[in-house]
């Protein structure tokens, strides 16, 4: 979820800086992440996380609402991935979204490039925006549905945001994690990686998610096999 500097964004902040690794020069699980928290988008939700957990625990109140947040946010995380990835990151560059937020400027360069750290990871001010985003997005659905339930409300609330921001930090690690050299060794992220893989180098059409493939089975972009779906000329590009 990366963007890069666009004359009309609201999210535009400077992304080149002086480093010249390449997510391709990391090769260890343990150097993925020492790199990933010397980049701005993993202190700023790692502050996130601290803020939310803690305000978490000082409303107190745990119960059932906790349980229904955890579970509820994990069934929707795949197809909010998917939606997001589709619309907003895969948006054409004249398309509003793109003109305004900058949201897929930065990810088709990503695709040009896709070892490129600097379009790989959110920039700081993307991470906290999309915390914030999610914030509001979380209340919406989380707040009606703790009251209904007889839950604790704000209890409930804090619960599935800070869920989100930690969802977000893994969502940065995954994503990096792919681009490298490290071959994951359990069977759900050797899975991941390799669906991303296709993702860039097959058809960008398809195997949209990142950290679950939960939208991609519910949307039916996850065939069985990767010769079921075409070579596309534009996994790259983008079509742009």
């Known amino acids: 979820m990366t ?5 009309q964004s609201t999210l535009d ?27 701005p988008s993993a202190r700023v939700l790692a502050v996130s996380i601290t803020v939310l957990a803690t ?9 059932r609402g906790d349980a229904i947040a955890i579970v509820v946010t994990l069934a929707i995380t795949g197809t909010v991935e998917w939606v997001i990835h589709k619309y ?7 398309s509003w979204t793109t003109r305004k937020l900058g949201t897929g400027t930065g990810h088709h360069r990503h695709h040009l490039d896709p070892t490129d750290v600097e379009w790989l990871l959110l920039g700081g001010l993307d991470a906290a925006v999309f915390v914030t985003m999610f914030g509001f997005v979380t209340a919406a659905w989380s ?11 704000t209890g409930g609330f804090f619960t599935a945001w800070l869920l989100t921001a930690i969802g977000l930090l893994h969502y940065e690690f995954v994503h990096l994690m792919v681009h490298t050299r490290y071959r994951p060794r359990t069977r759900f992220y050797r899975g991941l990686a390799r669906h ?17 493939n939960t939208g991609d089975r519910l949307l039916r972009t996850l065939p069985k096999r990767k010769i079921d779906v075409p070579l596309s000329d534009t996994a790259r590009t ?3």
Not at 196 to 211: D, I, M, P, Q, S
């Open 3 to 7: 963007r890069a500097s666009h004359p």
């Open 13 to 39: 902040e400077p992304r080149r800086t002086a480093t010249t690794t390449r997510s391709s020069d990391l090769a260890t699980k343990r150097e993925i992440w020492r790199f990933l928290f010397t980049r």
């Open 55 to 63: 305000a978490r625990v000082l409303v107190g109140d745990f119960g």
């Open 88 to 94: 907003l990151l895969h948006a054409p560059l004249d």
């Open 143 to 153: 707040m009606p549905l703790m009251w209904v339930t007889g839950s604790s409300v």
């Open 196 to 212: 991303h893989r296709l993702h860039h180098f097959r058809n960008e059409h398809y195997w949209l998610g990142v950290t679950s």
């Open 238 to 240: 983008l079509g742009q």
